[in-house]
Nanobody, 123 residues
Framework: QVQLVESGGGLVQAGGSLRLSCAAS????????MGWFRQAPGKEREFVAT????????YYTDSVKGRFTVSRDNAKNTVYLQMNSLKPEDTAVYYC????????????????WGQGTQVTVAS
């Protein structure tokens, strides 16, 4: 029902910053909870951040609290992930996803996924 296109990944030095964007198609973007997930080689896909439909509620995994910020602009059908103070362990493919559930951390509750964008943090 919704198509997601991610951008903004790349190579950055430890301590640097990146801003990921996820543009959504369709006219019902504001009805979806949005989330960010990541997957490193040999590891399971893990929750990173989520934001409620209006943007009023956000949640983060402990390892990124204080460093990452998720936001959305419903008028532009876009969700963002601002990543500061990046560490080598943040290296992964990052995915945005959409859910019809209220804000949550459960990967199985997200029905629509972007293609993923590579983030590499060099020490």
């Amino acid at each position: 029902q919704v198509q997601l296109v991610e951008s903004g990944g790349g190579l950055v030095q430890a301590g640097g910053s990146l801003r990921l964007s996820c543009a959504a198609s369709g006219r019902t973007f504001s009805s979806y909870t949005m989330g960010w997930f990541r997957q490193a080689p040999g590891k399971e896909r893990e929750f990173v951040a989520t934001i409620s439909r209006s943007g009023g509620n956000t949640y983060y995994t402990d390892s990124v609290k204080g460093r990452f910020t998720v936001s959305r602009d419903n008028a532009k059908n876009t969700v963002y992930l601002q990543m500061n103070s990046l560490k080598p362990e943040d290296t992964a493919v990052y995915y945005c996803a959409a859910s019809t559930y209220l804000t949550n951390r459960d990967v199985t509750k997200y029905l629509y996924w972007g293609q993923g964008t590579q983030v590499t943090v060099a020490s």
